[in-house]
């Protein structure tokens, strides 16, 4: 049977309808972009996931156009790469059906790459440079420094403000591999939560069981962020590499622990969900788990522990006269899968 059947068309056509529409309210809703670009892959996905590769590069390829020519190329880039590429990224993850970490990381890539390449399109094509950003950056302070001078606050306050502010704008482009990775993660989280509650409503129930609370890594990613801790220890003993072995340390430690983090908010939704918590009461057990990851990087830690000591099945809930039940959604873990 051919890819582009009738229903196949039909259906790519809704998609890419949607996908401009979505395209042009983050391009010019400033105000709620961020809530629609998490949203921007869902109609290609879906497409992807049904009727497969070809008809979702054929769909990418049309909204790309589409875009293109209502709005302009910049924001036809994003059709492309955000609403498209990453769209068919997206589905073909779905349709591997490897796991709920393996979708995450796969697509979480994806997005990685999509947002660098649309970055660097649309720096290049609107005249962007180094010194341009430099400008921009200082005029910025300066008018930060009148705002906080004309509340009464001090000058000394300000300038030593001010030179944290310069001193990790300036870390910036050391740090910005693990930046585009989370990023990257983070964009990927969001679009498949909302994969996950929208596509059963529109018939494609099987990523349904993509339960946040199953969310578990590879025992083996612990390393990734053991690794990153080491490095930036000892990165004294490297002698003159000292500061490159320190910022491939920092970078390591900054990716890990956003995917840990996910982890022991994954964790923490098991508990609230598995133990039938009040609404308020998981509120303040999230709240607790973002606090101390701010403050300690306790959710992190949790996250990492549970690699290794799986707190879900070693501390299930225990039902009255039951026995021990089974903690809330599939099993997602790909290495359980295995």
């Known amino acids: 049977m051919s890819s582009f059947s009738t229903s196949a068309v039909s259906e790519a056509g809704k998609a890419v309808a949607l996908a401009v529409v979505l395209t042009i309210v983050a391009a010019y809703v400033p105000l709620i972009a961020l809530f629609v670009i998490p949203a921007l892959p869902l109609p290609i996905g879906f497409v992807t996931l049904r009727r497969g590769v070809k008809v979702g590069v054929a769909a990418t390829a049309c909204a790309a156009v589409l875009a293109g020519v209502v709005t302009g190329p910049t924001n036809g880039l994003m059709a492309l790469l955000l609403a498209g590429a990453l769209g068919v990224v997206l589905g073909v993850a779905l349709r591997a059906r490897r796991g709920f970490s393996a979708t995450l990381l796969i697509t979480g890539a994806g997005a990685s790459v999509a ?3 649309w970055s660097g399109l649309v ?7 180094v010194d341009k950003v430099l400008k921009l950056i200082d005029e910025s302070f300066a008018a930060a420094s009148k705002a906080y001078s004309t509340m009464g606050m001090s ?7 001010s030179q944290q502010v310069r001193q990790a704008v300036d870390m910036i482009p050391y740090v910005a591999p693990s930046i585009v990775a989370v990023a990257g993660v983070m964009l990927a989280s969001v679009s498949l939560a909302l994969a996950a509650a929208v596509y059963p409503h529109v018939g494609e129930r099987s990523v349904g069981e993509l339960a946040f609370s199953r969310f578990r890594l590879h025992w083996g990613t612990a390393y990734g962020y053991i690794a990153g801790l080491a490095l930036s220890l000892l990165a004294s003993r490297f002698g003159a590499h000292e500061d490159t072995v320190r910022l491939v340390g920092l970078n390591l430690l900054v990716f ?15 508990f ?25 990087q306790l959710t992190s830690w949790a996250g990492l522990l549970d690699t290794w000591f799986d707190y879900r099945k070693r501390y299930p809930p225990q039902g009255v006269g039951q026995g021990p039940v089974t903690p809330a959604g599939p099993r997602m873990n790909d290495h359980e899968e295995s």
Not at 123 to 129: E, I, K, N, R, Y
């Open 123 to 129: 720096w290049v094509l609107t005249g962007m440079s």
């Open 272 to 296: 609230a969900v598995s133990r039938q918590m009040s609404s308020g009461g998981r509120m303040v057990l999230y709240a607790a788990a973002v606090l101390g990851q701010v403050m300690l």
């Open 115 to 117: 947002l660098v390449i």
């Open 256 to 270: 890990f622990q956003t995917l840990f983090f996910l982890q022991g908010l994954a964790l923490v939704h098991w």
């Open 155 to 161: 000058q000394a306050s300000i300038d030593a403000a």
